[in-house]
């Protein structure tokens, strides 16, 4: 299934049983609050796996998928529909926001298959942030061996800056 993986009316059905009714007897405001968060919960399971490295094709094979985005978007739905602890307790409400089990997760499976993201990759391509020892290290010995002082080393932004 293309994304957001999770028909409006399967999230409709959903939300709708944990409020104890039927779909059909869910006010039509409801509606658009349950098309944007299908949207945003499809959102949040595949930015948070994207991030830990896996690939769409990878996401879209996920067994699981379905079942997350299908609670993420509860927990948007309920959330976003201003529904009061009367009717979902608090400690309910969170057990559908699935992003922090998201972040853990180290693996992915297809049927008897066991998918892990890619080693050392990012969205973006290498270090996304920060700055690479290794690639320093590199640079000092390229330095030492054309014969230049130790004084000279880049910066973050890759600046020649002379150090005091």
């Given amino acids: ?6 028909t409006n009316d399967a999230l409709k059905q959903q939300v709708a049983c944990v409020l104890q009714t039927t779909a059909a007897n869910l006010p039509p405001q409801w509606d658009g609050t349950i098309a944007a968060a299908n949207l945003s919960g499809a959102g949040d ?8 490295g896996f690939t769409i ?17 509860t927990f948007w739905a309920l959330t976003r529909g ?12 969170k057990a559908f926001d699935r992003r922090e089990e998201l972040k853990a997760t180290g693996f992915l499976t297809t049927g008897s298959t066991i998918l892990y993201p890619a080693p050392n990759d990012s969205p973006v391509g290498g270090i996304s ?16 061996h054309m014969g230049e002082p130790h004084t000279r080393r880049r910066d973050r932004f890759f600046d020649d800056t002379e150090v005091d």
Avoid: C
């Fill in 129 to 144: 942030h920060g700055h690479s020892e290794y690639r320093e290290h590199l640079e000092r010995q390229y330095d030492r």
């Fill in 1 to 6: 299934m293309p994304f957001p993986y999770v």
């Fill in 57 to 73: 094709p990878q996401i879209e094979s996920w067994d699981q998928l379905t079942a997350y985005v299908l609670d993420q978007g």
């Fill in 45 to 52: 399971v595949r930015q948070q796996l994207i991030g830990k």
């Fill in 82 to 93: 201003g529904v009061g602890n009367d009717q979902v307790p608090e400690a309910k409400l």
